[in-house]
Nanobody, 115 residues
Framework: QVQLVESGGGLVQAGGSLRLSCATSGILFSRYDMGWYRQAPGKERELVARISSGGGTTFYVDSVAGRFTISRNNGKKTTNLQMNSLKPEDTAVYYC????????WGQGTQVTVSS
């Protein structure tokens, strides 16, 4: 059974940091490019960052470039998102999934950034 379990969210003041983690099971993790996505209230879910299957290539949307860092550990079947210099506009539920999104969505983890 495929499972994606996100954790690490919380409430943080603007300028603060959080580290999100995604634990996966039931997939050949090392074969998938992975991504972190977010969905803010009233908005569509959007890609934030992605990382190639081997970890050698990353991509960030302009709004988070230079502040967020995506990483992965193929042995542990996990991917992480280090988020620094957080802004109120980063407030959203954050999800991991493959890129493109082939896998069932997890429950996500809420990130709230106060001004």
């Amino acid at each position: 059974q495929v499972q994606l379990v996100e954790s690490g969210g919380g409430l943080v003041q603007a300028g603060g940091s959080l580290r999100l983690s995604c634990a996966t099971s039931g997939i050949l993790f090392s074969r998938y490019d992975m991504g972190w996505y977010r969905q803010a209230p009233g908005k569509e879910r959007e890609l934030v960052a992605r990382i190639s299957s081997g970890g050698g290539t990353t991509f960030y949307v302009d709004s988070v470039a230079g502040r967020f860092t995506i990483s992965r550990n193929n042995g542990k079947k996990t991917t992480n998102l280090q988020m620094n210099s957080l802004k109120p506009e980063d407030t959203a539920v954050y999800y991991c999934n493959s890129h493109p999104t082939y896998l069932p969505w997890g429950q996500g983890t809420q990130v709230t950034v106060s001004s």
